[in-house]
């Protein structure tokens, strides 16, 4: 069994559609940020016992040669179609342009991301191998269009209550979300592509 998590359903909807078929293949959404990541993670592994795991969605660049939907993965675990990088987990939301220059300057990382090295201690002391897939929704070089990190409630999930009244303060702001959307549904969609080909030729 192969088991391959996502935080948010947007990210793992395409391949979903790719993998529904395949028995050996289990898809599970473990929610944004450390303390769901790992939660969902030992669940994950104790339900379905996978021999691999990977563990994918959306990266924020902080490399600015990385562009929108570019797949990448650990230096360290090459998977076909995905460029390596160095990647930072981060607490919370990369925001701005100045927030990702900061970030690559301090850890030398190429992409942020929120859940990966969490899951991947949860399954290294599982003693289960863990590989790190994820696809660029947002470059080095432009700001999100709005502070995700002030949309969250308490258990890391969006508001949209939140979310329509930031839209209602400002909605100037929404053409570059759904801008944002689109280019989520890119990455979403490449990311699909070389996962569906990394879980067919995994052992």
Same mark, same amino acid.
Request: aromatic letters at 4%; glycine letters at 4%.
């Given at each position: 069994?192969?088991?391959?998590?996502?935080?948010?359903?947007?990210?793992?909807?395409?391949?979903?559609?790719?993998?529904?078929? @395949?028995?050996?293949v289990?898809?599970?959404?473990?929610? &944004?940020?450390?303390?769901?990541? #790992? $939660?969902?993670? %030992?669940? =994950?592994?104790?339900?379905?016992?996978?021999?691999?795991?990977?563990?994918?969605?959306?990266?924020?660049?902080?490399?600015?040669?990385?562009?929108?939907?570019?797949?990448?993965?650990?230096?360290?675990?090459?998977?076909?179609?995905?460029?390596?990088?160095?990647?930072?987990?981060?607490?919370?939301?990369?925001?701005?342009?100045?927030?990702?220059?900061?970030? @690559?300057?301090?850890?030398?990382?190429?992409?942020?991301? &929120?859940?990966?090295?969490?899951? #991947? $201690?949860?399954? %290294?002391? =599982?003693?289960?191998?863990?590989?790190?897939?994820?696809?660029?929704?947002?470059?080095?070089?432009e700001?999100?269009?709005?502070?995700?990190?002030?949309?969250?409630?308490?258990?890391?999930?969006?508001?949209?209550?939140?979310?329509?009244?930031a839209?209602?303060?400002?909605?100037?702001?929404?053409?570059?979300?759904?801008?944002?959307?689109?280019?989520?549904?890119?990455a979403?969609?490449?990311?699909?592509?070389?996962?569906?080909?990394?879980?067919?030729? #995994? $052992?």
């Amino acid at each position: 069994m192969t088991l391959v998590c996502f935080a948010v359903p947007q990210e793992a909807k395409p391949f979903q559609k790719l993998v529904r078929a @395949r028995t050996n293949v289990c898809v599970v959404i473990t929610g &944004m940020g450390a303390r769901n990541a #790992a $939660r969902a993670a %030992r669940e =994950a592994l104790i339900t379905f016992s996978p021999a691999l795991v990977f563990t994918c969605g959306f990266a924020g660049a902080l490399n600015p040669e990385l562009v929108i939907g570019d797949v990448v993965c650990q230096r360290d675990v090459p998977v076909a179609g995905a460029k390596p990088a160095v990647f930072h987990c981060a607490s919370r939301v990369a925001v701005t342009v100045a927030e990702k220059s900061v970030l @690559r300057a301090q850890t030398g990382a190429d992409v942020v991301e &929120m859940e990966s090295a969490i899951i #991947a $201690r949860v399954c %290294r002391a =599982a003693g289960v191998e863990c590989v790190t897939v994820r696809a660029i929704s947002d470059t080095a070089q432009e700001d999100l269009p709005l502070d995700f990190n002030a949309l969250m409630t308490a258990e890391e999930k969006l508001s949209l209550f939140k979310l329509a009244l930031a839209l209602l303060k400002a909605p100037q702001k929404i053409p570059a979300l759904i801008r944002l959307g689109k280019n989520s549904a890119l990455a979403a969609e490449r990311l699909a592509e070389v996962l569906d080909c990394a879980v067919g030729t #995994a $052992r």
